[in-house]
């Protein structure tokens, strides 16, 4: 069972940057792939990246401008957000699971565990 707990959102202007945190809990954390998805009002929920043991797998309208890192000494991953644009504006959530194979990683049902979401407003 792992818990996970986002945090470090809120309101920026369009070309700042802002890191998002999430902490989890559990001794297995290390062994899960850690992805970070995002859903505006009224759209679906939206992949962003993710990292696993080997690399990171970025959504096109993300990369370049955010990166994803992990700290398993502290249980914690990191979306470290820059450029921001009006269009990030989100929730963001963080997630943990096993995707099978690199198509897997883009899908919000290949993760078992999510976290209740941190909200990302990016003003014009």
């Known amino acids: 069972q792992v818990q996970l707990v986002e945090s470090g959102g809120g309101l920026v202007q369009a070309g700042d940057s802002l890191r998002l945190s999430c902490a989890a809990s559990g001794r297995t954390f290390s062994t899960y792939a850690i992805g970070w998805f995002r859903q505006a009002p009224g759209k679906e929920r939206e992949f962003v990246v993710a990292i696993n043991s080997i690399g990171t797998v970025f959504a096109d309208s993300t990369k370049g401008r955010f990166t994803i890192s992990r700290d398993t000494a502290k249980n914690t991953a990191y979306l470290q957000m820059n450029s921001l644009k009006p269009e990030d504006t989100a929730v963001y959530y963080c997630?943990?699971?096993?995707?099978?194979?690199?198509?897997?990683?883009?899908?919000?049902?290949?993760?078992?565990?999510w976290g209740q979401g941190t909200q990302v407003t990016v003003s014009s």
């Open positions: 997630a943990a699971g096993r995707p099978l194979g690199s198509s897997g990683y883009v899908k919000s049902s290949s993760y078992d565990y």
